[in-house]
């Protein structure tokens, strides 16, 4: 198979298509007479089951990509830790793996990810408090037969969650061997579950499925770096001067970190989505135990002191419900009633912690000097971090470059989340956060591209559908774009519902371009599709 041949100026973007994931593959040219491109791969992963090729998931992809770059990366970006991300990355434990392979040279990770940064370590901490709570209300609603006719797409949407950050889909053994690892027994122990609760959340849990992703990954590197926004910009010596790399995010505030979702003039779709304290009704129903009953959710008939001696009967499984749960005992007889209107938090909570890890995406500016263009990798940050950006600068040259300097020279932006609706926003150049209309301003306007790695029909036909992309947001797209547009897969349906797959750009009408626009023909020029991927050249140039 032919090895990649870096273009003569600028850089070949490859986007992978194992399915509804990122995996972007760059390839620039080294100063000089080496023939030997220098290679960056960011994120490598994709949704369990989204496959765009049959039998062409991550595995397959990577066996290709060796092949291509003759198994040297310089250096592997990971955006943050969820599946359609690191899915293509070994734990330490897999010498099979087929990234195993690969010699990587650099690691570029987040500071969220750093061990050593006393903030990032507090955040995890805090995240790994709601991870065990969310444990917590899965065991609850699987457990106690009041819970029975609890809403299943709740219980789904738990499950979904804690098997994609934790490898398990159940409460009961996520429970299970974290006390192991606290080293306590959830057995009552005549202090109503205090001691075994607060031991069990003083072992940090943690989302380790993915964690375990990372650790293979850094045991391959020979070098890691921890990026923060404004940091740089960063030039690599076997690059030279040509390409610079700014990081804009996560940002360090810790209220940005946590904003998720857009106001009602950066959305493009009409409709607050301001979450609120999402998961608080669900914490105060387990802290509560600590002392505090007036936090407790649960009217006070449902509350419960445990007696000197566990009522007749009862089996283990019930006495470690009634140890960890509010549940109203009368007379030695279990009263299995239980006020489950919280649990409906655990559903939102579960949703904004996973918004929350995409909100921790380390998001790069990649400038080609020479042309001034930039590239702009946002993983899935969502709203709070494109506002942290309008603070965000640089020294380059002793001059100050703000985020809003690059984003007017951006003419490549891989499109973030999916194109889900809180992870490009809407404004004018005149908005005070970042948004699309900063990017590819004046001379830069009729060279904007985007890329949106989603299979689209896979994830508007789930049964709880993902609007990636979201239609407002790809029309915009198309419109700032002129069309230049490009797709992990571009599906149809023919009359029978089957998929049709579209191996070509789409060229809207309504964009103010046609098939003959110069424009048009060099962007067609300049893309390549086939099975396993969609390659784009960006020229350094204009």
Not at 115 to 125: I, S
Not at 252 to 273: C, I, M, Q, V, W
Not at 482 to 492: C, E, F
């Amino acid at each position: 198979m032919t090895k990649i041949k870096a273009p003569r100026s600028g850089v070949s973007i490859r986007m992978y298509r194992p399915g509804h994931g990122d995996c972007f593959l760059l390839s620039f040219k080294k100063p000089g007479r080496s023939t030997v491109p220098f290679h960056m791969l960011i994120d490598c992963g994709m949704k369990k089951g989204s496959h765009a090729v049959e039998d062409r998931g991550t595995d397959a992809i990577l066996e290709e990509m060796r092949e291509h770059t003759g198994g040297k990366l310089d250096v592997v970006v990971v955006t943050h830790e969820h599946e359609d991300h690191v899915s293509g990355f070994p734990k330490l434990d897999d010498p099979l793996h087929p990234f195993k392979k690969f010699e990587v040279e650099e690691l570029w990770l987040a500071w969220t990810e750093d061990p050593e940064d006393d903030l990032a370590n507090e955040l995890r901490d805090i995240y790994g408090d709601k991870l065990l709570a969310l444990a917590m209300a899965h065991h609850q609603l699987t457990s106690l037969p009041a819970a029975a006719a609890a809403d299943t797409t709740l219980i789904e949407t738990l499950e979904e969650f804690l098997e994609l950050e934790m490898g398990e889909k159940t409460g009961s053994e996520i429970l299970k061997n974290m006390a192991k690892t606290a080293g306590v027994s959830l057995r009552r122990s005549g202090d109503r579950g205090e001691q075994a609760f607060a031991a069990v959340f003083s072992a940090k849990i943690r989302g380790k499925r993915y964690k375990q992703k990372l650790q293979g990954l850094r045991g391959m590197a020979k070098k890691i770096k921890f990026l923060s926004p404004g940091d740089g910009p960063l030039e690599i010596e076997a690059l030279g001067d040509k390409v610079r790399f700014y990081p804009f995010g996560p940002p360090r505030d810790r209220k940005l970190l946590t904003s998720l979702n857009p106001r009602r003039k950066e959305e493009f779709h009409a409709g607050p989505y301001a979450m609120g304290g999402v998961g608080a009704g669900l914490f105060a129903a387990f802290e509560a135990r600590t002392g505090d009953a007036d936090a407790s959710p649960f009217d006070p008939r449902f509350r419960f002191t445990s007696p000197e001696e566990p009522p007749e009967g009862e089996t283990e499984a019930d006495e470690k419900v009634r140890t960890f749960y509010s549940l109203h005992y009368d007379n030695g007889d279990p009263d299995r009633r239980i006020d489950a209107d919280w649990l409906d938090d655990a559903e939102g909570m579960a949703l904004r912690l996973n918004s929350e890890v995409n909100n921790t995406s380390l998001v790069l500016g990649i400038e080609l000097t020479k042309s001034r263009q930039v590239m702009l990798f946002t993983g899935d940050a969502q709203a709070g971090s494109w506002r942290s950006w309008a603070d965000v600068s640089w020294t380059v040259d002793g001059q100050t470059v703000t985020a809003k300097d690059l984003l007017g020279r951006c003419t490549f932006y891989k499109v973030g989340h999916h194109g889900s609706h809180n992870a490009t926003l809407n404004g004018t150049l005149d908005s005070p956060h970042a948004n699309l209309s900063w990017m590819a301003q004046n001379e830069y306007a009729d060279h904007f591209v985007a890329m949106i790695p989603t299979n689209k029909v896979w994830a508007y036909g789930k049964k709880r559908p993902w609007r990636h992309p979201m239609k407002a947001i790809e029309d915009a797209l198309f419109l700032k774009a002129k069309s230049r547009v490009i797709m992990t897969r571009y599906l149809d349906k023919d009359d029978n519902d089957e998929p049709i797959r579209k191996d070509k750009p789409d060229l809207r009408t309504d964009t103010g371009i046609t098939s003959s626009s110069a424009s048009w023909k060099q962007f067609v020029k300049r893309t390549d599709y086939n099975e396993s991927y969609v390659s784009y050249w960006l020229e350094d140039k204009l």
